[in-house]
């Protein structure tokens, strides 16, 4: 997502939506995957802001993964 931002210029809602709801659009997997809506699956990585730093990731809804915290 950070590279998308960094060539594209399109802004931060625009790189989640293309690196989430448009790949699983292209899977036929819309229904299941590519945005938080209930019913659908949740996995998800939590982003630090400005530098997009994975904190968390959250796979069926259980937290697999923390980042390093920065001291």
């Known amino acids: 997502m950070r590279n998308y931002l960094d060539y594209s210029g399109k802004s931060l809602v625009q790189a ?3 690196s989430s ?3 699983a659009r292209v899977l036929g997997m819309e ?3 590519g945005s938080i809506e ?3 699956r949740a996995d998800f ?3 630090r802001p400005g530098t997009l730093d994975v ?3 959250i796979i069926g809804g259980e937290q697999v993964y923390t980042g390093a ?3």
Do not use: F, R, S
Request: net charge neutral.
């Open 16 to 18: 989640a939506h293309a």
């Open 21 to 23: 709801l448009t790949p």
């Open 31 to 33: 229904a299941e995957i």
């Open 38 to 40: 209930i019913g659908k």
């Open 45 to 47: 990585a939590v982003l």
């Open 55 to 57: 904190a968390a990731t």
């Open 69 to 71: 915290t920065n001291a």
